[in-house]
């Protein structure tokens, strides 16, 4: 599973910056409409979490 990750890193990277702007627009288009607001805050958290998360990954040792 490492090495999948390792592998496909920059993919993940990428796939995470289009979460967070989904989140972004989605936030900024349905602004002051409380469920989707939530929900684009909760976009934006998710992939900056998984953001942090797949930039600090490193080589494996196998």
């Not at 890193?9 to 002051?32: D, H, M, P, R």
């Amino acid at each position: 599973m490492n090495h999948f990750l390792y592998n496909n890193k920059t993919l993940l990277i990428a796939v995470c910056i289009l979460i967070i702007v989904s989140g972004v627009i989605l936030a900024y288009v349905q602004y002051n409409i409380e469920p989707w607001e939530t929900i684009g805050g909760f976009l934006c958290g998710i992939g900056l979490g998984l953001l942090l998360i797949f930039i600090s990954l490193k080589k494996p040792l196998d």
